[in-house]
T-cell receptor
Framework: RKEVEQDPGPFNVPEGATVAFNCTYS??????FFWYRQDCRKEPKLLMS???SGNEDGRFTAQLNRASQYISLLIRDSKLSDSATYLC???????????????FGQGTILTVHP | NAGVTQTPKFRVLKTGQSMTLLCAQD?????MYWYRQDPGMGLRLIHY???????AKGEVPDGYNVSRLKKQNFLLGLESAAPSQTSVYFC?????????????FGAGTRLSVL
């Protein structure tokens, strides 16, 4: 089983739609969680951090369910500019020390069309 | 704002050749990381450093070496390149290694080994 699993998609949605991505992780000791966005042939950039049960930033909402080891990202009122790959990222914790090592999901591809 | 700078951006090698990828950050970050990204897979950690003069192995270290002689620079070396090392390489840095550390990425180096 992969440490971090995402539905690779692709998700094709019209402008204005609401879309949700799911992610599961296997290490119950994981301490923090992130969603990164990666545009085509570009570097990953932080979209949101999720430390407790959830976080909201404008049209974006991230939820964390530690009991089910599940993270989600909800995008409301999708824009053309939201088209990208969304990476679910988990901060591993091994023996209480992670040294910042992150585990990345394979990414979910989103295409928003007019 | 330079952030994290990687050189070169593109490189083509023949099997058996060697090369060094340079990563430089101007944010005074302690931690630095090298990842590789292959199609259909998440970013995988090659090596990392928790401070000047330190290095440690990540998830896929075989065939690579690293050095961190100066705090701002993290070098990734391929001593004898193999076609399996064809990939996109990303360097990242972070202020600390704690659970809330955010990693900032360079623009990547696209390497092809023929």
């Amino acid at each position: 089983r992969k440490e971090v699993e995402q539905d690779p998609g692709p998700f094709n949605v019209p402008e204005g739609a609401t879309v949700a991505f799911n992610c599961t992780y296997s290490n119950s000791a994981s301490q923090s969680f992130f969603w990164y966005r990666q545009d085509c042939r570009k570097e990953p950039k932080l979209l949101m951090s999720v430390y407790s049960s959830g976080n909201e930033d404008g049209r974006f909402t991230a939820q964390l369910n530690r009991a089910s080891q599940y993270i989600s990202l909800l995008i409301r009122d999708s824009k053309l500019s939201d088209s990208a790959t969304y990476l679910c990222v988990v901060n591993r914790a091994v023996g209480g020390t992670s040294y910042g090592k992150l585990t990345f999901g394979q990414g979910t591809i989103l295409t928003v069309h007019p | 704002n330079a952030g994290v700078t990687q050189t070169p951006k593109f490189r083509v090698l023949k099997t058996g050749q060697s090369m060094t990828l340079l990563c430089a950050q101007d944010m005074n970050h302690e931690y630095m990381y090298w990842y590789r990204q292959d199609p259909g897979m998440g970013l995988r950690l090659i090596h990392y450093s928790v401070g000047e003069g330190t290095t440690a192995k990540g998830e896929v270290p075989d065939g690579y070496n690293v050095s961190r002689l100066k705090k701002q620079n993290f070098l990734l070396g391929l001593e004898s390149a193999a076609p399996s090392q064809t990939s996109v390489y990303f360097c990242a840095s972070s202020y600390s290694g704690g659970p809330k550390n955010i990693q900032y990425f360079g623009a990547g180096t696209r390497l092809s080994v023929l």
